[in-house]
């Protein structure tokens, strides 16, 4: 049974649509990232999840229960953390997590959540002081604090040094692998979650346009052959009587998307030696990340 699943759903504001018809089921022991730019409606869909706000239309079923206003059967299970982190300013990080652990009525102490979220330097401090990114570790460690079977995350990885997000990133997917717990967060940068996540889902203007498994993405990069020679309309020509299909590349040189010439770069390179221009550069590139986040997200403008 999945951990979450969500069919259908709609969220509409007077004329805007935040959520349009989203269908989507995480397994456990999945780490599922929305990916969306600020406005895809990411920040909607998980407080929809969260039973924070009723969706128009559509059904939500987290941890094999119905999600709707005032059903809580969940949440004893569930760990989130939604938009901006909150703290107690003017109590100190210990006290704030030590109230989290009364309220959720479990045993032990804090020590352990602490030093699994680095913040044993700041235990003492109180919260008000902390740094934006010890402060985001702060109400992860609220969300961590029950070893929750389910972690709902928005943005976790905002206002994180780079070395504060390899910790995150080693933190969540540790819990995965080792506790099988299910993950769903989300976030704008596709390079930081196609590290973490093990599924894709692409969300733009409040749709879902593509879901897929983080170890697929290679397979929809485009990939293309850039070539440099001293003679790029020489070289051209003798690439067209060969069949390949040159253009010319942006920052000078021959670009060949030919999956062939893809396939048998050394083919391309002997066609021009033997044809005394040889190439002074040949590599395949490959479409980054960001790109291709934006080349899908733009598809839907036409
Ligand atoms: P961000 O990364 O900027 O937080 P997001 O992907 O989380 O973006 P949402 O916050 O879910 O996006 O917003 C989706 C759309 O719904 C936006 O156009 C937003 O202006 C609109 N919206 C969200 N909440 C409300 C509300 N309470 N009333 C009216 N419109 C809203």
């Known amino acids: 049974m999945p951990v979450i699943e969500v069919d259908g759903l709609v969220k509409r504001y007077r004329d805007v649509t935040a959520v349009d018809d989203v269908s989507l089921h995480v397994e456990q022991g999945q780490i599922y990232a929305l990916l969306g730019l600020n406005g895809a409606g990411k920040t909607t869909l998980i407080r929809m999840l969260l039973g924070m706000i009723t969706p128009t239309a559509g059904s939500v079923s987290v941890l094999g229960a119905a999600v709707t206003a005032g059903a809580r059967s969940a949440w004893a299970r569930t760990g989130y953390l939604v938009e901006a982190p909150v703290a107690y300013p003017e109590l ?165 998307t030919d999956e062939h010439a893809l396939a048998r770069p050394d083919q391309v390179a002997t066609v021009l030696v033997q044809a005394g221009v040889p190439p002074t550069r040949l590599l395949t590139e490959e479409e980054d990340l960001e790109a291709y986040f934006l080349r899908i997200v733009g598809a839907d403008h036409g």
């Open 92 to 256: 100190t990080v210990r006290e704030n997590l030590e109230l989290v652990r009364r309220l959720r009525r479990l045993p032990g102490g804090t020590d352990e959540v602490i030093e699994r979220l680095a913040l044993a330097p700041y235990a003492e401090r109180r919260a008000r002081t902390l740094s934006l990114g010890n402060l985001q570790r702060l109400a992860l460690a609220k969300a961590l604090i029950h070893a929750p079977d389910l972690l709902i995350l928005d943005e976790p990885v905002n206002g994180l040094d780079p070395a504060g997000v390899v910790e995150i990133r080693t933190l969540l997917a540790g819990l995965a692998h080792q506790h099988g717990t299910t993950v769903l967060l989300s976030s704008h940068l596709l390079a930081e979650v196609a590290r973490l996540a093990t599924r894709i889902g692409i969300l733009h203007h409040g749709r879902l346009l593509a879901e897929q498994h983080a170890d697929q993405l290679d397979q929809h990069r485009r990939r293309h052959l850039h070539l440099g020679t001293r003679d790029d309309t020489a070289a051209e020509r003798v690439l067209q009587a060969h069949g390949y299909h040159p253009h010319p590349a942006p920052g000078g040189g021959l670009q060949l």
